[in-house]
């Protein structure tokens, strides 16, 4: 999963922003768009790919379905999912699941965390901009 898939003109893509999970100074908050990039190869005939977007509390946030061919086993198939203005309510453990003709080739998790900012920081804004430290006068005698 990851923020934005590019393709350059040779054909190539570009992932931009892989995500591993997701830090949120508050919550509920809203990702414009998350992409899940899959290339499937060695198979040959016509399938059907799902992607699952799944809750902590277990529930389909959103899925996406796509048919596609490999006309040979050395050929290849890339699909690329995206999913757009997904509310993250909660934090916790959300997953992504990948499956091909109703079989789960894979589960991956993508874990929400909520990260309070320090103590004295304003969550939104930049931060106020520190008095420079006034100098002090010697202590002690001679």
């Given at each position: 999963m990851c923020d934005?898939?590019?393709q350059e003109m040779s054909g190539n893509f570009i992932l931009l922003g892989i995500i591993a999970y997701v830090r949120v100074p508050q919550?509920?908050?809203t990702a414009l768009k998350l992409c899940v990039f899959n290339r499937w190869t060695a198979g040959i005939g016509q399938f059907t790919e799902?992607?699952?977007?799944i809750g902590p509390d277990e529930t389909v946030m959103r899925q996406s379905q796509v048919r596609f061919?490999?006309?040979e086993a050395g050929h290849n198939a890339t699909n690329v999912t995206l999913f757009t203005q997904v509310e993250f309510k909660t934090a916790g453990t959300y997953y992504v699941e990948v499956l091909v003709d109703d079989v789960m080739k894979l589960r991956f998790p993508v874990p929400v965390i909520h990260v309070q900012p320090p103590a004295g920081q304003q969550q939104r804004g930049p931060a106020a901009p520190k008095a420079p430290d006034a100098p002090q006068a010697p202590q002690?005698?001679?």
């Open positions: 934005e898939v590019r919550l509920p908050i799902t992607v699952r977007l061919a490999l006309q002690g005698g001679a």
